[in-house]
T-cell receptor, first 112, second 116 residues
Framework: GQQVMQIPQYQHVQEGEDFTTYCNSS?????IQWYKQRPGGHPVFLIQ???SGEVKKQKRLTFQFGEAKKNSSLHITATQTTDVGTYFC????????????WGLGTSLAVNP | ETGVTQTPRHLVMGMTNKKSLKCEQH?????MYWYKQSAKKPLELMFV???????ENNSVPSRFSPECPNSSHLFLHLHTLQPEDSALYLC???????????????FGSGTRLTVV
């Protein structure tokens, strides 16, 4: 069945280092959404990408959508302890644009 | 405060109990969702309501029974649960089903359910 995979599953960085998480779909996606969940918290919507090759920035976060619309990445420049959490990507289910398929998430730990 | 309020935050129940989870949103969203979040598993969609009508039941066991009396409120009625049902239950809403172009899903803080 349709899958959305994220790598790595875990990442441990020193504060100030960069961090990247990758999201790969088994099917072409019409859009991709990114969420962040802090420890003990709930997912919070970050952004949605729609266009092939799209790049969007939010301060130190850079989001990319691949040309083939099957993969995406989230890059954080100079991580801070406030970046700790799990980052999820989600894309619409094939044949039903209104249902999302979620990745397992990448858990980021930042050492101060 | 996310705009989506869930109660209770924590719930411990026995396998023979009946309890209900409540979700409320005042964002004017048209779609509401119940998700189950377990360790080491992707977020699992349970139910979707769009304009109060159920549009998805993702093969959820009948011991979970949703209710959507209006577009602002969503309930999840629980009875005769199993220990493996212990998880974080998240309610979410969105402007339109699927998340919409700009704002995605807004999640509540969740109910941490433990079945003993």
């Amino acid at each position: 069945g349709q899958q959305v995979m994220q790598i790595p599953q875990y990442q441990h960085v020193q504060e100030g280092e960069d961090f990247t998480t990758y999201c790969n779909s088994s099917t072409t996606l019409s859009n991709i959404q990114w969420y962040k969940q802090r420890p003990g918290g709930h997912p919070v919507f970050l952004i949605q990408l729609v266009k092939s090759g799209e790049v969007k920035k939010q301060k130190r976060l850079t989001f990319q959508f691949g040309e083939a619309k099957k993969n995406s990445s989230l890059h954080i420049t100079a991580t801070q302890t406030t970046d700790v959490g799990t980052y999820f990507c989600a894309g619409p289910r094939a044949g039903n644009n209104r249902k999302l398929i979620w990745g397992l998430g990448t858990s980021l730990a930042v050492n101060p | 405060e996310t705009g989506v309020t869930q109660t209770p935050r924590h719930l411990v129940m026995g396998m023979t109990n009946k309890k209900s989870l409540k979700c409320e949103q005042h964002l004017g969203h048209n779609a509401m969702y119940w998700y189950k979040q377990s360790a080491k598993k992707p977020l699992e969609l349970m139910f979707v309501y769009n304009f109060k009508e159920q549009t998805e039941n993702n093969s959820v066991p009948s011991r979970f029974s949703p209710e959507c009396p209006n577009s602002s409120h969503l309930f999840l009625h629980l009875h005769t649960l199993q220990p493996e049902d212990s998880a974080l239950y998240l309610c979410a809403s969105s402007q339109e089903e699927g998340g919409g172009l700009l704002n995605g899903y807004t999640f509540g803080s969740g109910t941490r359910l433990t079945v003993v």
